[in-house]
C-alpha cells in the first residue's frame, strides 16, 4: 500500500528522498501497475522540474531529458533517427505516458526504447551529478540500485541509414517484443566502422551482441558478411523463457531477424 | 493517510475531490468523482477501456496517479454529448454497429475523438493506428474503424 506521494521540484531533492522504501514515478506506466496490484513500496517519489522535458542538440549529439515521452520523440524534429524506435513503444496512449528514463529500467518484455539507445552508445546523466555523463551499459548492469536518471546523451548518427531498429512481436500494430534488435554501423569508404548492435528479448536486460559487432567491424555490409553475423547472433545470450516464447526458440530466430535487418540496412 | 486534494477541469467544468495516497486516476474518477464512463479493465494499462484525454492527449487512467491532474483538464467520454445531441462520433458509433457488449466504447471514443481533434480527415491507416491502444472482443474492429471514418467525413462537410 502506498503512504505517500512526495512531489519534488528538482531531480537531486528527489534523489535524496528516495530509500529502501520508496519508488520513483516518471510516466507511472510501470509503476502504476504494481500500485494498482497493491506490491510496490511505501512511497512514491516524483520530480515536476520542467527541464526533464527538454531537448537539446549538443555538438554531434542530442541530449534528452529523463521526462521526455515516447509521443515527444515520434515528432521532434532533432531526435527525428528515434522517431521509429518510439513509435514501436506501446499504443498511442502509453505513448503519450511512457518516458525515455523509465524505459531503461523496464524489465523484459519491455524497454526496446533502451535497446536502441545502447546500439547508438548513448550515455547517463544521473541526479546530482557532476562531471561527464556515464556509459548506459554500467547503469543498465544493476538497475535495481542505479540512480535517478536526469537525462540520455546520444550520438547522433552521421547518416541516418547507418542506424536501425528492429522489433518482433506477435500483436500488430501494437504487442510487446519477442525480441528487439538495433544496429549502429558507421560506414567509412563502404567498411563498417565500430559497429554497435544491441538485442533485447535476450537477457536480463538490454545486451550488446559483441560477437555480431566482431563479425561486422571491418567488412562490407555484404551477403557473406551478413550471414556470418547472423550465425553468431545468439552467442553469448542466454535469453528468457516466457509466455511470449522459450529460450531455444529465442536463440534460433535472433540470427533471422539480425539478418532480415542487416538485408536492410545494406539496402539502404 | 493523508488525503490530497485535487482541484481540476473534468469535461470543462472545475470538479475538486479528495485522491487517496497512490490512487489512480480512473478509480478517482469513478469513486471520488462520479464519472462512470471511463472503465475498468485490466488495471494494467493494456486494454484501453479507461482511456482519457489530458491537456488533449490520450492517457490511460488507471496508469496515471489521481494528483498528477490537478489545474489540468481531463476529458472523458461522459463530455461528449452535449446535453441530448450526441457528438457525431456517438451517431456514427450507433449507425455502424460499432458498440456490441459496449464495454470499450468510451475509451474508442475518447481515442477517435482525440484523433479528429489533430487530424480532421484521417486515413483508415491513421484510425486503426489511433484506436491500437484500444482492445475490442467483439466487433472485430472494422464497424468501429468505419464509424470513426464515417464521422470524420461528416464533420468534415459540416
Same mark, same amino acid.
Given at each position: 500500500m502506498i503512504q505517500s506521494v512526495e512531489t519534488h521540484a528538482t531531480m537531486a531533492d528527489a534523489q535524496r528522498a528516495m530509500a529502501a522504501d520508496a519508488i520513483f514515478m516518471a510516466g507511472g506506466t510501470l509503476v502504476m501497475r504494481d500500485v494498482n496490484a497493491g506490491v510496490t513500496a511505501k512511497r512514491i517519489v516524483r520530480c515536476t522540474d520542467p527541464a526533464l522535458s527538454d531537448i537539446r542538440l549538443t555538438g554531434d549529439g542530442v541530449t534528452i531529458g529523463a521526462g521526455v515521452t515516447m509521443a515527444t520523440i515520434v515528432s521532434h524534429r532533432d531526435v527525428a533517427f528515434l522517431a521509429p524506435v518510439a513509435r514501436m513503444v506501446g499504443g498511442p496512449q502509453i505513448r503519450n505516458m511512457a518516458t525515455v /528514463? /523509465?524505459? %531503461? @529500467? $523496464? =524489465?523484459?518484455?519491455?524497454?526496446? @526504447? =533502451?535497446? $536502441? %539507445? %545502447? =546500439? %547508438? /552508445?548513448?550515455? !547517463?546523466? !544521473? $541526479? /546530482?551529478q557532476t562531471g561527464a555523463a556515464r556509459p548506459l551499459p554500467d547503469m543498465l548492469r544493476d538497475r535495481s540500485r542505479a540512480p535517478l536518471i536526469v537525462s540520455v546523451t546520444v550520438p547522433r548518427p552521421q547518416a541516418p541509414a547507418d542506424f536501425a531498429f528492429l522489433k518482433v512481436s506477435r500483436i500488430k500494430p501494437k504487442g510487446v517484443s519477442v525480441l528487439s534488435i538495433a544496429a549502429h554501423l558507421p560506414r567509412q569508404g563502404g567498411r563498417i566502422r565500430g559497429a554497435r548492435v544491441a538485442f533485447g528479448g535476450m537477457g536480463p536486460m538490454p545486451l550488446q551482441a559483441s560477437a555480431v559487432e566482431r563479425v561486422l567491424d571491418g567488412q562490407s555490409l555484404d551477403a557473406a558478411t551478413i550471414a556470418r553475423a547472423a550465425q553468431v547472433a545468439a552467442e553469448g545470450f542466454d535469453p528468457p523463457t516466457d509466455g511470449l516464447a522459450s529460450a531455444w526458440y529465442r536463440r534460433e530466430v535472433a540470427g533471422v531477424h539480425l539478418k532480415r535487418l542487416l538485408e536492410r540496412m545494406g539496402r539502404g | 493517510m493523508a488525503k490530497t486534494p485535487v482541484v481540476f477541469i473534468l469535461n470543462g467544468n472545475e470538479r475538486a475531490s479528495f485522491a487517496e495516497p497512490g490512487q489512480n486516476l480512473l478509480e478517482f474518477l469513478r469513486r471520488g468523482v462520479g464519472d462512470l464512463s471511463p472503465k475498468y479493465g485490466c488495471g494494467q494499462g493494456t486494454c484501453g477501456s479507461c482511456t482519457v484525454t489530458i491537456d488533449g492527449q490520450t492517457h490511460l487512467a488507471c496508469l496515471t496517479l489521481a494528483e498528477s491532474v490537478a489545474g489540468r483538464r481531463v476529458e472523458t467520454a461522459a463530455g461528449l454529448a452535449t446535453g441530448a445531441t450526441l457528438h457525431p462520433l456517438q451517431d456514427a458509433f450507433m449507425e455502424s454497429f460499432a458498440a456490441q457488449c459496449g464495454y470499450c466504447t468510451p475509451g474508442m471514443l475518447v481515442s477517435a475523438k482525440a484523433l479528429l481533434d489533430r487530424n480532421p480527415s484521417p486515413t483508415r491507416e491513421d484510425v486503426v493506428e489511433a484506436i491500437s491502444g484500444n482492445i475490442c472482443r467483439c466487433t472485430g474492429y472494422e464497424p468501429i474503424i468505419e464509424a470513426v471514418l464515417a464521422a470524420s467525413k461528416r464533420r468534415v462537410r459540416a
Amino acid at each position: 500500500m502506498i503512504q505517500s506521494v512526495e512531489t519534488h521540484a528538482t531531480m537531486a531533492d528527489a534523489q535524496r528522498a528516495m530509500a529502501a522504501d520508496a519508488i520513483f514515478m516518471a510516466g507511472g506506466t510501470l509503476v502504476m501497475r504494481d500500485v494498482n496490484a497493491g506490491v510496490t513500496a511505501k512511497r512514491i517519489v516524483r520530480c515536476t522540474d520542467p527541464a526533464l522535458s527538454d531537448i537539446r542538440l549538443t555538438g554531434d549529439g542530442v541530449t534528452i531529458g529523463a521526462g521526455v515521452t515516447m509521443a515527444t520523440i515520434v515528432s521532434h524534429r532533432d531526435v527525428a533517427f528515434l522517431a521509429p524506435v518510439a513509435r514501436m513503444v506501446g499504443g498511442p496512449q502509453i505513448r503519450n505516458m511512457a518516458t525515455v /528514463g /523509465g524505459n %531503461l @529500467f $523496464a =524489465a523484459h518484455p519491455y524497454g526496446d @526504447f =533502451a535497446v $536502441a %539507445l %545502447l =546500439a %547508438l /552508445g548513448a550515455r !547517463v546523466t !544521473v $541526479a /546530482g551529478q557532476t562531471g561527464a555523463a556515464r556509459p548506459l551499459p554500467d547503469m543498465l548492469r544493476d538497475r535495481s540500485r542505479a540512480p535517478l536518471i536526469v537525462s540520455v546523451t546520444v550520438p547522433r548518427p552521421q547518416a541516418p541509414a547507418d542506424f536501425a531498429f528492429l522489433k518482433v512481436s506477435r500483436i500488430k500494430p501494437k504487442g510487446v517484443s519477442v525480441l528487439s534488435i538495433a544496429a549502429h554501423l558507421p560506414r567509412q569508404g563502404g567498411r563498417i566502422r565500430g559497429a554497435r548492435v544491441a538485442f533485447g528479448g535476450m537477457g536480463p536486460m538490454p545486451l550488446q551482441a559483441s560477437a555480431v559487432e566482431r563479425v561486422l567491424d571491418g567488412q562490407s555490409l555484404d551477403a557473406a558478411t551478413i550471414a556470418r553475423a547472423a550465425q553468431v547472433a545468439a552467442e553469448g545470450f542466454d535469453p528468457p523463457t516466457d509466455g511470449l516464447a522459450s529460450a531455444w526458440y529465442r536463440r534460433e530466430v535472433a540470427g533471422v531477424h539480425l539478418k532480415r535487418l542487416l538485408e536492410r540496412m545494406g539496402r539502404g | 493517510m493523508a488525503k490530497t486534494p485535487v482541484v481540476f477541469i473534468l469535461n470543462g467544468n472545475e470538479r475538486a475531490s479528495f485522491a487517496e495516497p497512490g490512487q489512480n486516476l480512473l478509480e478517482f474518477l469513478r469513486r471520488g468523482v462520479g464519472d462512470l464512463s471511463p472503465k475498468y479493465g485490466c488495471g494494467q494499462g493494456t486494454c484501453g477501456s479507461c482511456t482519457v484525454t489530458i491537456d488533449g492527449q490520450t492517457h490511460l487512467a488507471c496508469l496515471t496517479l489521481a494528483e498528477s491532474v490537478a489545474g489540468r483538464r481531463v476529458e472523458t467520454a461522459a463530455g461528449l454529448a452535449t446535453g441530448a445531441t450526441l457528438h457525431p462520433l456517438q451517431d456514427a458509433f450507433m449507425e455502424s454497429f460499432a458498440a456490441q457488449c459496449g464495454y470499450c466504447t468510451p475509451g474508442m471514443l475518447v481515442s477517435a475523438k482525440a484523433l479528429l481533434d489533430r487530424n480532421p480527415s484521417p486515413t483508415r491507416e491513421d484510425v486503426v493506428e489511433a484506436i491500437s491502444g484500444n482492445i475490442c472482443r467483439c466487433t472485430g474492429y472494422e464497424p468501429i474503424i468505419e464509424a470513426v471514418l464515417a464521422a470524420s467525413k461528416r464533420r468534415v462537410r459540416a
